[in-house]
């Protein structure tokens, strides 16, 4: 087992609560019991060195205004579904941790261009998969929120131990209900 002040630090996106509650209630729905020991989250970084901790909480430790948040259509990831997320705000502050951090430092996937997505269903069956896309894309319209916090994870072979949240200072404009739809 590896030790824990080796394992890879995990960096994601928290929502607003509306969209943090629906994202949550749709993993909970969609996602397998058995694997879903994470809450809903927007993945930033999947695994960054354990040595970049100090390096991060630096950075994060006053990390602003609110992102906007854009929640666009489903899509299919093979075996299972996630939501498009369109955030510039959000892709800049990520382009700047790059920057502090050292692009030598990220894996291969860390290091590809990054293509922000809210999964609520994975491992399941494709056929599983193209089921629940094609329930989705009927009801889905584009949403919009803020996010609400950076939060730092140490990946414990499976599960996840948050070690730090950097809450953003959310702004008064709030998702309306029914900025969209949830499946029925």
Known sequence: ????????????????????????????????????????????FHALPRATHP????????????????IE?????????????????????????????????LTRQDAAPWRPHLTIQNKVSSDEAHALYATLKVSARQGSTQGAALRVWRYDNGPWTLLDRFAFQLSERRMEDGDWMLPT
């Open 55 to 70: 390096l991060l909480k630096a950075a994060l430790s006053a990390p602003g205004v609110a992102p906007n948040v854009v």
């Open 1 to 44: 087992m590896e030790k824990l002040d080796e394992a890879p630090l995990i960096v994601t996106l928290e929502l607003a609560k509306p969209a943090q509650d629906w994202a949550q209630q749709m993993r909970c729905q969609y996602f397998p019991p058995k694997r879903n020991r994470v809450p809903a989250h927007i993945t930033l």
């Open 73 to 105: 259509a489903p899509y299919l990831l093979g075996r299972g579904v996630a939501y498009r997320i369109r955030s510039p705000e959000m892709a800049a502050l990520r382009a700047r941790l790059v920057e502090q951090i050292g692009s030598e430092q």
